[in-house]
């Protein structure tokens, strides 16, 4: 069919998969293949293409319309939609990929890619927006992305925004400026967060994380050491145990984050006689003051039978430091360094005491139950906390 020209002609199925011998110039011819897919072949420029639909933008100039390019030509199946007037050209060297836009590629498989500038270089994935890339390498798979400027390497994550960076799977990554690396199952929101780890909830903004099933909100939060199970809320916190519950409203300027914040951890430990033990976060650590900080805090320990009919409860109240090396820490005022309330004491002999932990620079709740039954504590401990740094 000639540009210009109104009348059709029927369509007729070849003996080949090759295409007829080239028209004349400026024709674009069309036929039926041994696949059964509808060929055309555009005589001005030598490019035959496959299964052409809706409104071509030149009649003689194939490129500027869409094209798929099937296996008379590179063997992929891809559909290839757009590309503006051939101009900035839409690739599909991989198998089965349905591109549109213009400037995108799709070295992979089975992938979905629109808009501008993007590149698709694994399976499976659906690639949206303006210059976002999926990297190559080993189970680089069903990933969403859209946005701009976005760079995916893992499988599963659903990434959107600007500047992001994911390295990992399954991750739920929005906002801009994002780098979540080493990652499994994060959901990572806001701007400028850096996260590390695994099961992590991060929302706000420059955040720096490194752990896992953290739950930090707010701004400018800061787990450093690789710490798990934390919560970080407000302005400027900073959690340096696992379990910990920081809060802060700002830091002092020119500081640290975490130099003027609220802590909470809970201990707990089992006595099965007279030996003293000592309560511990999550069974295995212990509760660790950060170097250069003074501690107010208030500790409540509870301790109680299995029969549920005797119990213990202390309030301990003191002041603890630590400097720059564990062998620092200390109780402040040797004197009287804590303030005890006996809250309930059934008369079996429970005692709880609050020392200063040199070895590891931390403040240590020691319990002593009932001489033949075993006895479940619990300790809250509370925390104020100031810095020079």
């Not at 296996?71 to 839409?90: E, H, Q, R």
């Not at 893992?154 to 690396?181: F, K, M, P």
């Not at 590390?196 to 903004?205: A, E, L, P, Q």
């Amino acid at each position: 069919m000639r540009s210009s020209v109104t009348n059709f002609k029927d369509y007729f199925r070849l003996p080949v998969a090759t295409p007829p011998n080239r028209p004349l110039s400026t024709v674009i011819r069309t036929w039926a293949d041994m696949n059964g897919f509808l060929n055309f072949h555009d005589g001005y420029t030598n490019v035959t293409g496959k299964f052409l639909t809706g409104i071509q933008a030149a009649y003689d100039n194939l490129l500027a319309a869409f094209k798929i390019v099937g296996s008379l030509t590179f063997d992929t199946y891809s559909v290839i939609i757009g590309g503006n007037g051939g101009t900035i050209p839409n690739t599909a060297t991989g198998m089965n990929n349905l591109v549109t836009g213009c400037a995108n590629s799709a070295p992979g498989s089975r992938n979905l890619v629109a808009g501008s500038g993007c590149t698709a270089s694994s399976d499976s994935n659906l690639l949206t927006g303006m210059n976002n890339s999926i990297n190559a390498s080993q189970y680089q798979n069903a990933n969403a992305v859209s946005g701009r400027t976005n760079a995916v390497t893992g499988e599963y994550n659903l990434v959107a925004g600007i500047d992001n960076v994911i390295i990992g799977q399954r991750n739920l990554v929005s906002g801009d400026n994002n780098h979540v690396t080493s990652s499994l199952a994060n959901e990572v929101s806001g701007e400028d967060q850096v996260v590390s780890g695994t099961h992590n909830s991060v929302s706000g903004r420059s955040h720096n994380i490194l752990g896992s099933f953290n739950h930090v909100t707010g701004e400018d939060h800061s787990l450093p050491d690789q710490k798990h199970h934390c919560t970080a809320q407000g302005h400027e916190a900073a959690c340096y145990n696992d379990c910990q519950h920081a809060h802060a409203a700002g830091k002092f300027t020119g500081g640290t984050a975490g130099n003027a914040q609220y802590t909470s951890v809970i201990a707990k430990g089992i006595t099965t006689d007279l030996t003293p033990v000592e309560l511990m976060v999550d069974t295995w650590s212990r509760i660790i003051l950060a170097a250069n900080k003074g501690y107010s805090f208030t500790v409540r320990v509870f301790g109680m039978l299995s029969t549920l009919d005797c119990g213990y409860i202390k309030e301990i109240r003191g002041l603890i430091s630590r400097g720059a090396t564990y062998a620092s820490t200390a109780l402040i005022w040797a004197n009287t360094p804590t303030v005890d309330t006996i809250i309930l004491d059934m008369g079996d002999g429970f005692t709880a005491v609050i020392s200063a932990d040199t070895t590891y620079g931390a403040l240590k709740i020691t319990v002593t139950g009932a001489e033949t039954s075993p006895v479940r504590w619990i300790a809250c401990v509370e925390m104020l906390e100031l810095s020079y740094l």
